[in-house]
């Protein structure tokens, strides 16, 4: 079945940097546009960049610039490098595409 499995959070200070990774399986991971979501304490779940089959990336205006989103078709993951944190990032990550549910996702907590 279709999963995804979201690592490389934890806790930093503002300005800090984080490299999230998801490593997804149950689809042909190179056939597929790939996600990352955010839901800040409290709030909605948003989405954050997304990533084509061929390597197409839009990303929210607000993380433009301080987040990158890549893939790695031969270990079917994504990637989330997020530099210059700041309070408003934290939140739950998750990745997604398309189909399947939502995994545990990773945990990003900005702080001073």
């Known amino acids: 079945q279709v999963q995804f499995v979201e690592s490389g959070g934890g806790s930093v200070q503002p300005g800090g940097s984080l490299r999230l990774s998801c490593i997804a399986s149950?689809?042909?991971?190179?056939?597929?546009?790939m996600s990352w979501y955010r839901q800040p304490p409290g709030k909605e779940r948003e989405l954050v960049a997304t990533?084509?089959?061929?390597?197409?990336?839009n990303y929210l205006d607000s993380v433009k610039g301080r987040f990158t989103i890549s893939r790695d078709n031969a270990k079917n993951t994504v990637y989330l490098q997020m530099n210059s944190l700041k309070l408003d990032d934290t939140a739950v990550y998750y990745c997604?595409?398309?189909?399947?549910?939502w995994g545990q996702g990773t945990q990003v907590t900005v702080s001073s």
């Open positions: 997604k595409t398309g189909i399947g549910n």
């Open positions: 990533i084509t089959s061929y390597g197409s990336t």
């Open positions: 149950g689809f042909t991971f190179g056939n597929y546009a």
